[in-house]
Protein backbone atom coordinates (compact mmCIF):
# COMPACT_ATOMS: atom_id res chain seq x y z
CA UNK A 1 0.00 0.00 0.00
CA UNK A 2 1.15 3.25 -0.95
CA UNK A 3 2.77 4.74 2.51
CA UNK A 4 1.32 8.18 1.74
CA UNK A 5 -1.86 7.29 1.51
CA UNK A 6 -1.74 5.58 4.57
CA UNK A 7 -0.33 7.55 6.59
CA UNK A 8 -3.06 10.35 5.57
CA UNK A 9 -5.69 7.48 6.96
CA UNK A 10 -3.99 7.06 9.78
CA UNK A 11 -3.56 11.15 10.49
CA UNK A 12 -7.41 11.16 10.00
CA UNK A 13 -8.37 8.78 13.31
CA UNK A 14 -4.97 9.59 15.44
CA UNK A 15 -6.80 11.63 17.61
CA UNK A 16 -9.16 8.92 18.33
CA UNK A 17 -8.46 6.06 19.77
CA UNK A 18 -11.35 3.63 19.24
CA UNK A 19 -11.15 4.34 15.73
CA UNK A 20 -8.92 1.42 14.62
CA UNK A 21 -11.46 -0.40 13.28
CA UNK A 22 -12.40 2.22 10.83
CA UNK A 23 -8.95 2.75 10.17
CA UNK A 24 -8.15 -0.93 9.08
CA UNK A 25 -11.85 -0.61 7.73
CA UNK A 26 -10.61 1.95 5.71
CA UNK A 27 -7.30 -0.03 4.41
CA UNK A 28 -9.40 -3.07 3.57
CA UNK A 29 -11.87 -0.82 1.24
CA UNK A 30 -8.53 0.66 -0.51
CA UNK A 31 -6.46 -2.45 -0.99
CA UNK A 32 -9.41 -5.37 -1.03
CA UNK A 33 -7.70 -6.52 1.75
CA UNK A 34 -4.91 -5.61 5.07
CA UNK A 35 -1.35 -6.19 4.34
CA UNK A 36 0.32 -7.19 6.72
CA UNK A 37 3.37 -4.27 6.16
CA UNK A 38 0.48 -2.19 6.63
CA UNK A 39 -0.50 -3.27 10.09
CA UNK A 40 2.90 -3.11 10.96
CA UNK A 41 2.96 0.80 10.26
CA UNK A 42 -0.04 1.16 11.90
CA UNK A 43 1.07 -0.58 15.43
CA UNK A 44 3.81 1.42 15.04
CA UNK A 45 3.04 4.45 14.21
CA UNK A 46 -0.06 4.22 16.72
CA UNK A 47 1.85 2.69 19.48
CA UNK A 48 -0.49 -0.27 19.54
CA UNK A 49 0.75 -4.32 19.37
CA UNK A 50 0.54 -5.74 16.10
CA UNK A 51 -1.21 -9.09 17.98
CA UNK A 52 -3.81 -6.60 18.83
CA UNK A 53 -4.53 -5.77 15.46
CA UNK A 54 -4.20 -9.21 14.22
CA UNK A 55 -7.17 -10.23 16.59
CA UNK A 56 -9.33 -7.16 15.60
CA UNK A 57 -8.37 -9.09 11.49
CA UNK A 58 -9.21 -12.48 12.11
CA UNK A 59 -11.90 -12.06 14.51
CA UNK A 60 -14.62 -9.59 11.73
CA UNK A 61 -15.42 -11.90 8.90
CA UNK A 62 -15.42 -7.95 6.82
CA UNK A 63 -11.83 -7.97 7.27
CA UNK A 64 -9.06 -10.84 5.39
CA UNK A 65 -5.42 -11.15 5.02
CA UNK A 66 -5.42 -12.33 1.83
CA UNK A 67 -5.42 -10.31 -1.20
CA UNK A 68 -9.22 -10.40 -2.62
CA UNK A 69 -10.09 -10.05 -6.67
CA UNK A 70 -11.71 -7.62 -8.06
CA UNK A 71 -14.64 -9.47 -8.49
CA UNK A 72 -16.62 -11.40 -5.74
CA UNK A 73 -18.32 -14.87 -6.94
CA UNK A 74 -19.98 -16.79 -4.19
CA UNK A 75 -21.52 -19.80 -4.51
CA UNK A 76 -24.44 -21.11 -2.37
CA UNK A 77 -23.91 -24.40 -0.77
CA UNK A 78 -27.66 -24.37 1.63
CA UNK A 79 -29.56 -27.24 1.52
CA UNK A 80 -31.85 -26.16 -1.64
CA UNK A 81 -28.67 -25.37 -3.64
CA UNK A 82 -27.08 -28.18 -3.25
CA UNK A 83 -30.07 -30.49 -3.82
CA UNK A 84 -30.57 -29.00 -7.46
CA UNK A 85 -26.67 -28.96 -8.41
CA UNK A 86 -24.40 -26.55 -6.46
CA UNK A 87 -21.73 -28.68 -5.64
CA UNK A 88 -21.59 -29.08 -9.59
CA UNK A 89 -21.83 -25.27 -10.13
CA UNK A 90 -18.78 -24.66 -7.18
CA UNK A 91 -16.74 -27.06 -9.43
CA UNK A 92 -17.43 -25.53 -12.59
CA UNK A 93 -16.36 -22.25 -11.14
CA UNK A 94 -13.31 -23.61 -9.68
CA UNK A 95 -12.20 -25.46 -12.97
CA UNK A 96 -12.86 -22.36 -15.02
CA UNK A 97 -11.03 -19.98 -12.87
CA UNK A 98 -7.89 -22.62 -11.63
CA UNK A 99 -8.52 -22.56 -8.11
CA UNK A 100 -10.64 -23.64 -5.12
CA UNK A 101 -13.13 -22.36 -3.34
CA UNK A 102 -12.12 -19.61 -0.66
CA UNK A 103 -9.10 -18.73 -3.22
CA UNK A 104 -8.36 -15.99 -5.64
CA UNK A 105 -6.56 -15.57 -9.20
CA UNK A 106 -3.50 -14.99 -9.83
CA UNK A 107 -4.31 -12.33 -11.94
CA UNK A 108 -6.38 -10.87 -8.39
CA UNK A 109 -9.61 -10.68 -10.89
CA UNK A 110 -12.06 -13.16 -9.09
CA UNK A 111 -12.31 -14.67 -5.56
CA UNK A 112 -14.94 -17.25 -5.30
CA UNK A 113 -16.45 -18.35 -1.87
CA UNK A 114 -18.95 -20.53 -0.58
CA UNK A 115 -22.06 -19.39 2.03
CA UNK A 116 -24.90 -21.10 3.03
CA UNK A 117 -28.63 -20.36 1.95
CA UNK A 118 -28.75 -16.56 0.97
CA UNK A 119 -32.66 -16.54 1.15
CA UNK A 120 -33.78 -16.97 -2.74
CA UNK A 121 -34.26 -21.01 -2.68
CA UNK A 122 -36.94 -20.69 -5.19
CA UNK A 123 -34.53 -20.50 -7.94
CA UNK A 124 -31.38 -22.75 -6.65
CA UNK A 125 -28.80 -23.01 -7.14
CA UNK A 126 -27.58 -19.35 -7.01
CA UNK A 127 -24.58 -17.97 -7.53
CA UNK A 128 -23.65 -14.06 -6.86
CA UNK A 129 -21.11 -12.59 -9.02
CA UNK A 130 -20.35 -8.81 -7.77
CA UNK A 131 -23.52 -8.39 -6.05
CA UNK A 132 -25.81 -9.57 -8.41
CA UNK A 133 -28.06 -12.78 -8.13
CA UNK A 134 -27.77 -15.45 -10.66
CA UNK A 135 -30.62 -18.00 -10.31
CA UNK A 136 -31.26 -21.48 -12.05
CA UNK A 137 -27.41 -21.64 -12.09
CA UNK A 138 -25.60 -24.05 -14.58
CA UNK A 139 -21.94 -25.30 -15.27
CA UNK A 140 -22.85 -24.14 -19.09
CA UNK A 141 -23.52 -20.83 -17.86
CA UNK A 142 -20.42 -19.71 -16.57
CA UNK A 143 -18.03 -19.05 -18.81
CA UNK A 144 -19.89 -16.54 -20.20
CA UNK A 145 -21.35 -15.23 -16.95
CA UNK A 146 -16.96 -14.85 -15.97
CA UNK A 147 -16.83 -13.15 -19.58
CA UNK A 148 -19.28 -10.49 -18.47
CA UNK A 149 -18.07 -9.70 -15.05
CA UNK A 150 -14.24 -9.84 -15.90
CA UNK A 151 -12.67 -6.20 -16.49
CA UNK A 152 -10.93 -6.80 -19.80
CA UNK A 153 -14.15 -8.24 -21.46
CA UNK A 154 -11.47 -10.78 -22.51
CA UNK A 155 -12.03 -14.79 -22.50
CA UNK A 156 -11.30 -16.51 -19.20
CA UNK A 157 -8.15 -18.00 -18.56
CA UNK A 158 -8.12 -20.10 -15.83
CA UNK A 159 -7.33 -17.39 -13.43
CA UNK A 160 -3.70 -16.42 -15.63
CA UNK A 161 -3.56 -12.78 -16.82
S1 LIG B 1 -30.08 -22.82 -0.13
FE1 LIG B 1 -29.23 -21.53 -1.63
S2 LIG B 1 -30.54 -19.81 -1.58
FE2 LIG B 1 -31.31 -21.06 -0.01
Known amino acids: MDLTRLEALIDKYEHDEGAVIALLQDVQAEENY ?3 EALEHIAERLQVPLIQLYGLATFYKAFTLKPKGKHQVVCCMGTACHVR ?10 RELGIR ?3 TTEDLEFSLETVNC ?17 GHMS ?9 QHRSDKGA ?5 P
Not at 121 to 129: F, L, M, N, T
Not at 140 to 145: E, G, V
Not at 156 to 160: D, E, I, L, R
Request: charged share 20%.
Open 34 to 36: LPR
Open 85 to 94: GGQRVVEAFE
Open 101 to 103: AGD
Open 118 to 134: VGACAVSPIAIVDGHYY
Open 139 to 147: PSKIKRLLQ
Open 156 to 160: PTNGK
